[in-house]
C-alpha cells in the first residue's frame, strides 16, 4: 500500500516537455565535459526549475506546494564559489524539503503508513 | 602609411554614446516573446560583419534564425540558454577556410575572432534596444544537426536576442564589483 490517491497517480508531463528535459539532461552530460565542474550543479539545479515550471500546472498539492517553495527560492545560476557554506546550507534544505515530500506520499509515519 | 580608410573618428557626444553603451550592457536572460524585426537583425549582422578579425581573414560564418520550431530544439540541446529568444545568431567558424589559410585547428585567432564578433552583437542588439544574451553551453554535434551545418562550419557561441522582458533569473553573482584598477598592472608600476 503506497498511499498514492488518484490525483498523486496523474500525469505532469506530456511527451514533447519530456523530451525537452531529455534533450536538456543529454546534451547537459555532454557540456559539462567541457565546462568547469561548479557548473554540474547549477546545470542540475537548472533542469529541476524547467521540471518544476512543466508539472507544477498538474501536480497535486503537495508536489505544488515543494516546487513553488522550498525549491523555488534555491536560484538556478548560483554556483558554489558564490559561498560555499551557503550554498551547500541551501541545498542540505532542499533535500530536507524533498525527502519529507516523498516521505509523505510513499513512506510510513511514526504513527503508521500514511 | 596609416592604413586607415580616412573615417572620422567618433568625437563628442557620439563618443560618450558608444561608451554609455559599453557600461550599460548586461546580459538579458529574460525575453518577450514577440520577433525581432529582420531589419534590426540585419542591422546587427552588419555590425558584426565590421568586428576587427586575425589577418583580416573573417572566418566566421553567421547562421541565423528566428523560425519557433528550430529555436525551440536549438534551446533543447543548449544547457547555457536561459532565455527564450525570439532570434538567435549562431557565431560558426569556417574551419576548412581557416585551415586553408595555414590556421592550425587551435589556433587562439580563432576563437579570438568569435569573442570580437560577439562582444559587437551584443553591443549593436544593445544600441537597437534589443537584449541579446551569449551561450556557449550547447552541445556542438546536436546544434550542428538542428542548422544542417555543412561539414568543417563549427557552431562557436549563440547569441540569443529577443525584446527584454522584467524578471528571468538573477544574473550569476561576480563577487565584488571590479573597477578596472582591479584588472590592471602597469609597468614599470605606478604608486
Ligand atoms: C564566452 C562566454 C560564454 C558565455 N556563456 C554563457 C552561457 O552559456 N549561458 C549564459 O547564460 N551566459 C553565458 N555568458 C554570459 C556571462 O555569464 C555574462 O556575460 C556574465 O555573467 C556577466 O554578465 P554581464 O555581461 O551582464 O555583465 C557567456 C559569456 C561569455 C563571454
Known amino acids: 500500500m503506497d498511499g498514492s490517491t ?64 522550498p525549491l523555488a527560492q534555491v536560484p538556478e545560476l548560483a554556483v558554489p564559489r558564490d559561498g560555499r557554506a551557503e550554498y551547500v546550507a541551501r541545498l542540505d534544505e532542499l533535500c530536507r524539503a524533498v525527502a519529507g515530500l516523498l516521505s509523505d506520499r510513499w513512506a510510513a509515519g511514526p504513527d503508521g503508513p500514511r | 602609411m596609416g592604413g586607415g580608410t580616412g573615417r572620422a573618428p567618433v568625437t563628442g557626444d557620439d563618443g560618450e554614446a558608444v561608451l554609455a553603451a559599453i557600461r550599460t550592457r548586461r546580459v538579458v536572460r529574460s525575453m518577450r516573446p514577440e ?51 525570439a532570434a538567435a545568431i549562431v557565431v560558426c567558424t569556417d574551419r576548412a577556410l581557416a585551415a586553408g589559410y595555414g590556421f592550425p585547428p587551435g589556433a587562439p585567432g580563432l576563437f579570438v575572432d568569435v569573442g570580437t564578433a560577439t562582444a559587437t552583437i551584443l553591443l549593436a542588439a544593445h544600441a537597437l534596444g534589443i537584449g541579446a544574451g551569449p551561450v556557449t553551453s550547447f552541445s556542438h554535434a546536436a546544434v550542428s544537426v538542428v542548422l544542417g551545418l555543412p561539414e568543417g562550419l563549427e557552431p562557436e557561441l549563440i547569441v540569443c536576442l529577443g525584446h527584454p522582458a522584467p524578471g528571468g533569473p538573477a544574473p550569476m553573482r561576480g563577487g565584488r564589483r571590479l573597477s578596472w584598477r582591479d584588472l590592471t598592472t602597469w609597468v614599470p608600476p605606478q604608486d
Do not use: C, K
Open chain 1, 6 to 69: 488518484e490525483e498523486s497517480q496523474a500525469w505532469v508531463l506530456d511527451e514533447n516537455e519530456a523530451l525537452e528535459l531529455l534533450g536538456y539532461l543529454i546534451t547537459a552530460a555532454r557540456t559539462q565535459v567541457d565546462e568547469a565542474a561548479e557548473y554540474g550543479p547549477l546545470r542540475l539545479l537548472t533542469v529541476a526549475h524547467r521540471l518544476a515550471d512543466r508539472i507544477v500546472p498538474r501536480a497535486s498539492a503537495g508536489t505544488a506546494r515543494f516546487v513553488t517553495g
Open chain 2, 35 to 85: 520577433p525581432v524585426d529582420r531589419p534590426v537583425l540585419e542591422a546587427v549582422l552588419d555590425a558584426a560583419r565590421w568586428a576587427p578579425t586575425a589577418g583580416n581573414r573573417h572566418l566566421q560564418r553567421f547562421v541565423v534564425t528566428d523560425d519557433p520550431g528550430v529555436l525551440r530544439v536549438l534551446r533543447a540541446v543548449s544547457p547555457g540558454m536561459l532565455q527564450h529568444p
